[in-house]
């Protein structure tokens, strides 16, 4: 019998990232839909913005010829997405403090011109909108999420995720994302992962190689989790273990009326802003 993945949970390095911060966030941010519009909710930021604009850049060029890559400036691409997160769609709370950041956003790409080491390789796309396969069928868990870049090692006719990185701090140890990453890659196209790096391309010149997780503690720990999150859904049950913590505060002044509806998303979401959001909110990126 064929399962059903539109009854399944499904989870993602965001989702799981979530869940781990804070349950109630993971359900104002995976789960709740305002009942107005039937969309779900999203917090806009300065440096989200900054990344989701660098990243569709660079990712965009995965799908160019080799040789046609950078015929035209990533700047001057850059200046037509950065048009989507301008003023408030961006979360910018004046002209100066956009400036800041779009000329952040162009700096990163020179460096990358400058250096664009694997992006000027083959690449290799995974022929799905969005990657995903059954972590467990028997529980009804898919795993997916987007990869940044895939390149084509062709003397091993194997594959090296890169995962772009537009903050400054690195990736924690503990983070589950090169496992997630690692998983997704394994199971949605054929061939083996010689390698993962991260590239903090506002501060480096070229990825910088991880150690490969191990295969079954990751999907072990990965299904551990995802049991939890279906477990939680199934007894809507999303409870704050600190009885209100900053990452579920934010989201609920959306649901309070303290926030500024700004735009929907291309997937649906109604995006809002704070009155003021700080330049401490860490770095981050859509999945």
């Not at 408030?88 to 952040?104: A, H, L, P, Q, V």
Request: net charge positive; hydrophobic share 35%.
């Amino acid at each position: 019998m064929t399962k059903d993945k539109y009854s399944a949970t499904w989870v993602s390095h965001s989702s799981i990232s979530d869940w781990l911060q804070c349950p109630r966030a993971y359900f104002l941010k995976n789960v709740y839909k305002d009942p107005k519009t039937n969309h779900k909710i999203s917090l806009m930021s300065p440096p989200l913005a900054l990344g989701s604009a660098v990243h569709e850049v660079i990712e965009g060029l995965s799908v160019l010829p080799v040789d046609k890559r950078f015929d035209e400036s990533l700047i001057i691409k850059f200046d037509k997405v950065w048009g989507r997160f301008s003023g408030k769609k961006g979360g910018f709370t004046d002209s100066d403090e956009e400036s800041r950041y779009k000329e952040r956003g162009k700096e990163m790409l020179l460096k990358v011109m400058k250096n664009p080491g694997p992006l000027k390789n083959l690449a290799v796309k995974i022929q799905m909108d969005l990657p995903h396969y059954w972590l467990s069928e028997k529980d009804d868990i898919i795993l997916c999420g987007k990869i940044d870049w895939l390149e084509y090692l062709k003397s091993e006719d194997q594959v090296h995720i890169i995962d772009f990185k537009t903050g400054k701090k690195a990736e924690k140890n503990e983070s589950l994302q090169l496992p997630i990453y690692y998983l997704l890659v394994t199971n949605t196209q054929q061939r083996l992962v010689k390698k993962a790096s991260y590239w903090y391309v506002d501060v480096s010149k070229e990825p910088i190689e991880q150690k490969l997780p191990d295969m079954k503690k990751a999907e072990k720990k990965i299904l551990k989790i995802g049991k939890e999150i279906k477990l939680a859904r199934t007894l809507e049950r999303f409870v704050c273990p600190s009885n209100g913590c900053r990452a579920c505060k934010q989201m609920e002044k959306i649901i309070n009326g303290e926030a500024e509806l700004v735009g929907v998303d291309d997937i649906r979401r109604d995006i809002y802003i704070l009155p003021r959001v700080s330049d401490s909110v860490p770095d981050g990126k859509v999945l």
